[in-house]
């Protein structure tokens, strides 16, 4: 079988800052410094904790037809265990796709020791690298690092090179109703259809919106009107460039998203956090 041409796409440098993740190794660096070998299919086990967890029957149909012309191209990444038989580290797709074309063996780079939280980051990384995560599976992974290791979500982006933001913003989606998390799997109603929906706090209207998107009847831009209680086509005012200007100051300082409305010399300020660890961090921050 041939073997991998070049690397997995992006470099771990727009993922991962070094100074930030040194001890992290990324899968192509793995399949880079490590020999290539086959083993057997039948000796090759799931991760537990892998991200990916929905696999379009198209996109696998796809690799299969490529894999019995090509053959696998890149190897898999796999660790050894006690009983002989080796774990997945990543290649899930090539893994599935070799079983049902009933191959009896694959190439793949063996790495002799990992942890959990190891296996759980290089799957994650390549998955992201390829773009193969879906908005919930993604966040499904985050939440696992912060269930499985007790990492704050601060800690699991500075783990993947993310934002706390971003990270934050990913699990909320677990919010969501199944049906939700399921259509967002699936690519029926995208990532920010799915965070606009979260901004309606009332269930029943929330799936009521759902039902509307799906049928193609509710555009974004009309959820996020229709659950901020906007009129659809309505002109949103226009906030004043001090209180922006106070507003991004306030987010800077306390690395979450501010509000400010003001009524003259008086006013309200919210301040949104998305986790417990966050409510920790911020009450920190403001009593000192």
């Known amino acids: 079988m041939s073997k991998a041409k070049g690397g997995l796409g992006r470099g771990l440098g727009a993922l991962i800052p070094p100074k930030i993740a040194p001890d992290i190794a990324t899968p192509e ?22 991200p990916r967890r929905y696999f379009a029957p198209a996109d696998l149909e ?24 080796y774990e997945l580290i990543a290649g899930e797709r090539r893994l599935r796709s070799a079983r049902l074309l009933g191959l009896k063996t694959v190439p793949a780079v063996i790495r002799e020791s990992t942890t959990d939280q190891q296996k759980l980051e ?3 990384i390549e998955n992201i690298q390829r773009a193969d995560l879906n908005p919930i599976e993604e966040a499904q992974a985050y939440q696992s690092f912060v269930e499985l290791f007790s990492m704050t979500q601060d800690d699991v982006a500075k ?8 990270v934050a913003n990913a699990v909320r989606l677990l919010d969501l ?47 996020e009107a229709k659950a901020s209680g906007a009129r659809p086509g309505a002109k949103r005012a226009v906030k004043d460039a001090n209180v ?25 300020m919210t301040i949104h956090f ?12 403001l009593v000192g």
């Open 29 to 50: 660096a793995d399949i880079a410094a490590a020999p290539e070998t086959e083993i057997a299919v039948d000796d090759i086990v799931e991760n537990p904790h892998q």
């Open 244 to 268: 922006r200007a106070i507003e991004d100051e306030l987010r800077n300082a306390l690395e979450t998203k501010v509000e400010l409305k003001m009524n003259g010399t008086s006013g309200k």
């Open 122 to 124: 290089l799957a994650l």
């Open 62 to 85: 796809d690799l299969v037809g490529s894999i019995k012309e090509h053959g696998i191209l890149q190897p898999l990444l796999v660790t050894r265990q006690p009983d002989g038989t």
């Open 159 to 166: 783990r993947i090179g993310k934002s706390r933001s971003y």
């Open 274 to 285: 998305y986790s417990k660890d966050d409510l920790k961090k911020l009450v920190k921050r």
């Open 177 to 223: 109703e199944p049906e939700i998390q399921q259509a967002v799997m699936e690519g029926k109603i995208s990532r920010s259809a799915a965070r606009t929906l979260l901004s309606e706090v009332d269930q029943q209207k929330r799936l009521a919106m759902f039902k509307e998107m799906l049928k193609g009847k509710l555009t974004v831009r009309q959820a």
